[in-house]
């Protein structure tokens, strides 16, 4: 009896973690794999006439 409540319990997590896995992946692939949402997040570095770093 109390294995068959454990294992129940066991599965009713797991369908939950393997519910929520999609929805996170598929957020990622949006904004990692669309061009405008990386363009808007690069900074260009600033540009420096030589100053630093040389001597």
Do not use: N, R, W
Not at 18 to 29: D, L
Not at 37 to 50: C, D, E, F, I, N
Request: hydrophobic residues 45%; glycine residues 6%.
């Amino acid at each position: 009896m109390k294995s068959t409540v454990t294992l129940y319990v066991l599965l009713f997590f797991f369908s939950l973690s393997v519910a929520v896995i999609p929805v996170q992946a598929s957020s990622c692939v949006q904004c990692h794999t669309s061009d405008a949402v990386m363009k808007s997040l690069y900074k260009q570095p600033a540009v420096t006439a030589g100053e630093e770093g040389e001597g």
